[in-house]
């Protein structure tokens, strides 16, 4: 890539808008503050350019999720209560809306990239996606943003075969079974041990099924596992198993909760192993599918170590250097 890389940033300040009750809530505002702070003065080479999502329309919703629950979902938003399905799904009187501009956020970006290719994309979006199902919200999540992204990739651009790269503490169940059975979407997760943690889902015996066996690589790490422990998967299993699926594109649901001083998962991650995989995954975006390549944000609650592990992650994008 000649020159300097581009970087969008793409974030809505209606984010902040998302009302979970307060700080008792691990999903607070401050979350997206602090990695607006951050990447406003990141450390890299060529411009970043802040982009504002538009919202989706709710065709693109549809694809992942069932009519009868999104309208359930505004339901229960404009209805005051204060959760949905679950007291950890916590919501105010504009969640519906803010979902939904969170959702935009990976369309933008994918927009972006196609009238711009060699851009690099973060997306900080609240809520996160990643455990959202097709008729429920869980684990903070509504609507599943990076399925949505990727079902709009293959649809709106014509690239088929796509790459789902997950690296949050947690497994993306909502995104794994989104796409069990379809042999066109590849779903990488690395996660802490189902059996010790949310969700419960990911045993590596989850492989897909149907048409769709073999597209589903869950790596499941013990608890107190470190950076070797995902370097020596990301070089032994993941780079190889993408290699032989050919993704036209790559989308990341970028979760940083793996953290060793983030309490979410008794993962012990270092801020620099983001560095690594933010440059190993834009090389293999590079080579293997023209540098297309999505990032959305899903999990990190330990605000600094969320601030600094995003930076890193987004210099080595684009700078393909650890
Ligand atoms: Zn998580």
Redesign the pocket.
Known sequence: MAGATRFFHIIHPRYLLHDTGGAAHYDIPERLQVIQDILSGLNATGPMVTVEPTPVEEKRLLTIHSQEYLCRFEEVALSGRSYLGHPDNQLGYETYEIANLAAGAGLTGIDLLEKEPGGRIFCSVRPPGHHAEKAAALGFCFLNNVAIAARYWQEEYSRRRIAIIDF???HGNGIQSAFVEDPDIFYVSLHEHPFYSFPGTGYAEETGSGPGKGTILNIPLLSGAGDEEVKKAFAEQVEPALEKFKPDALVIAA?F?GHLLDD?SGLHFSTGLYGYLGCRIATLADNLCKGRLLSVL??GYHLPSLASSVEEYCRAMIEKKQ
Do not use: Q, V
Request: proline share 0%; charged share 40%; hydrophobic share 25%.
């Open positions: 949050d503490a947690h979760g909760d979410m899903e999990g």
